[in-house]
């Protein structure tokens, strides 16, 4: 059973860092990539990792800021973010998918979490 299970979300102030981590299970992907989904909006995108972890695509808003990464041995893919703002508030949800390039489209990931919950005060 193919199963993503996030972790590292919690309750911080503008400027702070969180690290999310998303533990992978019944298979190994080829990109993984982090969404996030804010109260009212629509899922959008916020970084992808191809399987070597040398490709990576951010979204425009978080570039500088946050680092996707992967731990091959592990089967685990990280979201190092720094410099929080209020606006990144959020669920941010883990990703799996076939395609090797990562990219922003959700239809190229096959398989969910259930999301960890982001909330960064002023």
Same mark, same amino acid.
């Given at each position: ?7 590292? $979300?919690g &309750?911080?102030?503008? $400027? ?10 019944? !298979?190994?992907? *080829?990109?993984m990539?982090w969404?996030?989904?804010?109260p ?9 990792? *191809? &399987?070597? $972890? !040398?490709? /990576?695509?951010?979204?425009a808003?978080?570039?500088g800021?946050?680092?996707?990464? !992967?731990?091959?041995?592990r089967n685990t893919? &990280?979201?190092?973010? *720094?410099?929080?703002?209020p606006?990144?508030?959020g /669920? ?8 090797a ?5 959700q239809?190229r ?5 259930? $999301?960890t919950?982001v /909330?960064?005060?002023?």
């Amino acid at each position: 059973q193919v199963k993503l299970v996030e972790s590292g $979300g919690g &309750l911080v102030q503008a $400027g702070d860092s969180l690290r999310l981590s998303c533990a992978a299970s019944g !298979r190994t992907f *080829n990109t993984m990539g982090w969404f996030r989904q804010a109260p009212g909006k629509a899922r959008e995108f916020v970084a992808a990792v *191809n &399987l070597s $972890g !040398r490709q /990576t695509m951010y979204a425009a808003f978080v570039k500088g800021r946050f680092t996707i990464s !992967r731990e091959y041995a592990r089967n685990t893919q &990280l979201l190092q973010m *720094n410099s929080l703002k209020p606006e990144d508030t959020g /669920t941010y949800y883990c990703a799996g998918g076939s395609i090797a390039d990562p990219g922003a489209d959700q239809s190229r990931y096959t398989d969910w979490g259930q $999301g960890t919950q982001v /909330t960064v005060t002023a």
